[in-house]
């Protein structure tokens, strides 16, 4: 690490860098220089960071008025309704995790950074997270409340969303990272991400589903649990090999 | 200087580089040494830019090869590649400066995934490039010469060895356009070496001009 002194000294600098090579950063140093970025980002953008927490409110609003006041109507679509939603809302967020650093050439920078672009990758997804996924998921049990959810099923559905919507945002970052150098990718990258989303979306539902008919719901959560793992380890590779076929472009 | 200034850096090799079926040029041979000031030349449209994302990794839609200080750079092993890009600072077309952000907070993250590459402090850098002053104002709110300036600042910033600069002069005033220039120089004869377009006229004597014009479909057919 060279921390050299201000200006004055730069003439005799540049002699000393002739020879030697340079360290490569450190990995996690790089992770939280674009992990801050990116959530300061967020912070300063927070108007964009409500979209997808508003959808999931007023859709969610929008059923009892559109299908049924009635209780055991709305107790027996809730699961389903909640999660579906949830997870459209992460879709309509999607689009943007790396389209402002392709447009503004941030992503050529990372690219030719020594930094893993797989740390990087993460970096940009978890922010992702923490702000779309995290918030859908603490909204949810109040939604719920709004459907009229059986009290069985509140834990559940905060355990399943929260394995859930990181999966999601994860799987989702591939889409994005394909379609970023596309000017209307939006329409493609659904089609994309749809199918990768569909056994997320069973097993989620499906846990609330059984934990208010009063199953075990172990099984359901131990597989998101499994996607989790393995989207963690998988769809960042794939991420950063789309960005790079991205950028090449 | 003498012996480093002899160190070829890279080397290219028979490059040839095709885009939507048209050849941008081909059979380039290029050596660059430490000490070389290279402008790469030609009209709108010959490729330029192109040649300088070959040289970034970023791009690798080319024929031939590109060696780093003797090893393979394409293909070659993760190593090279890796301490290649130890070494390399590109500022393109596009700033990679974040709007939303100041240019403290932009430069942070620079020096963050380039850590334990910093020469100066980022107030000093901002200095020099003569943004001080502006180091808390939210990007949005500079001019585009400014904002370029803050791209600028990296190269006080980093000590790494090979700059790849397109069009570095675009919208920086009279007396920036001369301290860059006075800095490339600078930066050459301690041993690195600067690779950029420009269609200014510039007023170094020792620069290498490339005129990508010359390779272009030397085979026809």
């Known amino acids: 690490m060279n921390v050299y002194e201000p200006s004055q000294n730069r003439n005799n600098q540049d002699s000393t860098i002739q020879a030697q090579s340079l360290n490569t950063p450190g990995v996690w140093s790089g992770f939280w220089a674009t992990f801050k970025r990116d959530g300061l980002i967020a912070v300063r953008h927070r108007g964009e960071m409500a979209n997808p927490i508003m959808f999931f409110l007023m859709v969610i609003t929008m059923v009892p008025l559109g299908i049924s006041p009635e209780k055991a109507v709305l107790a027996m679509l809730a699961p389903g309704m909640i999660w579906v939603v949830a997870l459209l809302a992460t879709l309509l967020s999607l689009d943007g995790l790396f389209r402002s650093d392709f447009e503004d050439g941030s992503l050529e920078q990372l690219l030719m950074s020594p930094q893993p672009l797989y740390f990087q990758v993460l970096a940009k997804v978890s922010v992702h997270w923490l702000v779309t996924g995290l918030p859908l998921t603490i909204m949810a049990p109040l939604l719920g409340v709004m459907l009229s959810l059986p009290s069985a099923g509140f834990a559940p559905l905060l355990a399943s969303l929260l394995l859930g919507t990181a999966c999601l945002s994860l799987i989702g970052s591939i889409g994005a990272a394909l379609t970023v150098a596309l000017r209307k990718g939006g329409l493609l990258l659904s089609l994309i991400i749809m199918p990768l989303y569909t056994p997320v979306l069973i097993f989620g539902a499906s846990a609330v589903n059984s934990a208010v008919e009063g199953f075990p719901i172990g099984g359901q959560l131990a597989v998101l649990g499994a996607f989790l793992a393995v989207s963690i380890i998988l769809a960042p590779l794939a991420a950063a090999g789309a960005l790079r076929i991205s950028v090449n472009g | ?221």
């Open chain 2, 1 to 221: 200087m003498g012996l480093a200034m002899t160190e070829s850096l890279i080397e290219l090799k028979s490059l040839r580089c095709e885009r939507d079926e048209r050849v941008l040029f081909e059979r380039l041979d290029l050596t660059v040494q430490a000490g070389d000031l290279i402008q790469v030349e030609g009209p709108n449209g010959c490729g330029k830019t192109t040649l300088l994302r070959l040289l970034t990794t970023t791009s690798a839609d080319f024929d031939g090869d590109i060696f780093w200080r003797g090893k393979l750079l394409n293909g070659g092993n993760g190593a090279t590649r890796l301490d290649y890009l130890n070494q390399l600072l590109y500022v393109g077309h596009l700033a990679g400066v974040k709007k939303a952000l100041t240019a403290r907070e932009n430069l942070n993250w620079f020096c963050g995934i380039n850590q334990g590459h910093q020469r100066c402090s980022i107030e000093s850098a901002l200095e020099e490039v003569g943004l001080f002053g502006f180091e808390d104002v939210p990007c949005h709110h500079l001019s585009a010469g400014q904002l370029r300036r803050v791209a600028l600042a990296r190269l006080f910033l980093t000590p790494a060895r090979v700059w790849i600069l397109d069009e570095p002069f675009t919208a920086i005033d009279k007396q920036g356009v001369a301290n860059l220039e006075s800095l490339m120089l600078e930066h050459a004869s301690g041993g690195g070496c600067v690779i950029f377009t420009t269609h200014q006229d510039v007023k170094i004597d020792r620069i290498r001009k490339i005129d990508l014009h010359r390779y272009k479909g030397l085979a026809a057919a």
